[in-house]
């Protein structure tokens, strides 16, 4: 028992590290740090390319790494975009953060080598020296862990309580704006926070490296675990972080004991724990305070007084004069349909290899579809769609191949099977704020790919459950047809949705829920729900398809941090337009070809990058690249309409549009007279 406690203290203890990091930059800059499985992975990387591949010894590798490129690393990254998080809605922020998950992992493949590395070495000198506690033998490894975590403890609290540098993060912590007026200069703190942080997440991949891999997926998984901690303290808590991560060690390692060893169930329970930790805290916070609200970090005082990106009270950040059309078909509306028309003739002028990326492209736009609805439509962030996906596409197969029925009833009783579990979902995080929302349903994803992706029903050893097509779309270009047919059905269904008293009530609930509530008297519960029923619904069809595509449900598509990189796909072309998604989804499916195809090996890569980036640049454009371009034409042509003056006399209506995930409008004049007054 002895040695599955001080192993499990030794597991906790890198927990804890992961969590302390994560928790410092929320309280200290009010950001929550979605990309530190991606920074502990970056940085362990360049230690084992320093100290494996080039022979450099632990100590000067391990400096270099922890203390020159996480520090710069860290400075660089706030400096050129972290810093603006703080003047964006809460929603922009979580899915920039999630563009640098997306990009880091591709970036250190190019620049340390791709290949996979499952054990990597730690801190210690190999052959490892073990020690001998009470007939119990302890590695070094793990005494490294637990002298790193009582150093930054201890430390931590005397640079805190007892120093001027601790009184002025106390300060900026309490309270930004109130700290800025005695004299304390917030960049300055706020650069070393997270210089402080991602040391923390290099010291985090590295130490974890040896016993979880040193893999994307073995680094995000700890961070699942390192959340866990952070939601139970509430954001906040730094003692009640540490606590529960090393609670959650040890009990990882003690309950090992007790199960058997051979068992896929067994580890299927020791991989829920961080999740069912997670499911109390929840569950506590829900008792107690009737409501899981997003805490504000940096001081609620700040989140009470600041007004964000210069806008005066009243406007919601980042808006910006719109004309509208008297005209029934605006320009918008003309272009997609241009646009449309053009991806419709896609199947007919390429073919081979092509003609099968095509095909893809129009599967996943029916997928990204889901992700318009949640967060163009309904305004909060699902992180857990491709598991939607991934379990129409296991129960689509399971209909069509063990029970033998025609393949597209078998994906739409699929998707009509998971949509309770959507619905479901949405009851549950109905009282959520943005954040805690984020996090939930990233631990729903997490736990379906544990529990339920594992099971050899849906695994089969590696190969998954074969998945036929309609004897009709057996080939690509009809095939083609079918996915684009069921995409164009869903897109003018959302345009009508837009246009109903239900899309109006949307827009109100995007803009303020609680005025929605008290003011206009919606049931904002009630829309949550449709909202979070119609994304479940069409994501599990979107899944079916997919698995129709490939020929196979295989269950590890539809990994949980696979369908970030969605996510950054489509939040980099648009997420509230209508023909963004399956833009979207040729960029996701031809773009890799056409490297793959036409440029060197080395840079396969290099699309995942620009995808994060290009989540990253919704700071600077929250509408997307479609919207952007959209816009832009429609400027020029009304300043080049012969007889017109390049102003807003064509305009019928002037409004304010949020430029973010959120949308809406409000109308500031009804005519051009008003408007110029």
Known sequence: MLAYILAGLALGSI????????????????ILNFAFGSFAFFLARTYYWLNSQHGWPIVPAALMTLLVIAPALGAFLYAVLLRHLRQVPKLIQIVATIGLFVAMPPLALVLYGSETINTAPGLSPQPEHVYHVLGTVVSLDEVIAYSFLAGIVVLGTVLLRFTDIGLRVRGLVSTRALASLSGINPFVISIGVWVIASVLAGLTGVLAAPSVGLTPDGMTGLMAAAFAAVIAARLRSMPVTVVVALLMG??????????????????????SIPFVVTALAFSYFYVRYGAVRDV????SLDSAIEVQGGARPGLTPRTRPVLVSRSMLSFGTVGSLVVLALIAVLPLVVGGYWLTLVAGGFVYGVIFLSFTLALGEGGFLWLCLISFAGLGAVVAAQFATVAGWPPLLAVAVAAVIVTPVGILLGLLTTRFGELYVALATLTFGLLVETLV?????FLQDGIGVPMPRPGWAIGDRPFAYLALGVFAIIAVFLLNLRRSTTGLALSAV???EAASTSVLGL????LRVLVCALAAFVAGLGGGLLAMYSGTALPTE???YAGLAWLAVLVTIGVRSVIAPIVAGLCFSVVPGLFQTYLPAGWGNLPTILFGLGAIGLVLNPDGSVTLVARWFETLASRLRPGRPPDID????IIAETAGTGGGATVLASSPQRANS
Do not use: H, K, W
Not at 16 to 27: D, H, L, M
């Open 15 to 30: 927990y804890a590290i992961a969590a302390a990091s994560i928790t410092i930059t929320y309280v200290s800059t009010g």
């Open 250 to 271: 040890v009990v990882t390692d003690v309950i090992q004991e007790y199960l058997p060893q051979t068992s896929s169930l067994t580890a299927a329970i020791v991989q």
């Open 296 to 299: 504000a970090g940096g001081g």
């Open 453 to 457: 992706f594992t099971m050899n029903r």
């Open 510 to 512: 995007r803009r303020s």
């Open 523 to 526: 049931g904002v519960v009630g």
């Open 558 to 560: 539809y990994s949980t």
């Open 650 to 653: 064509d305009t019928e209506l």
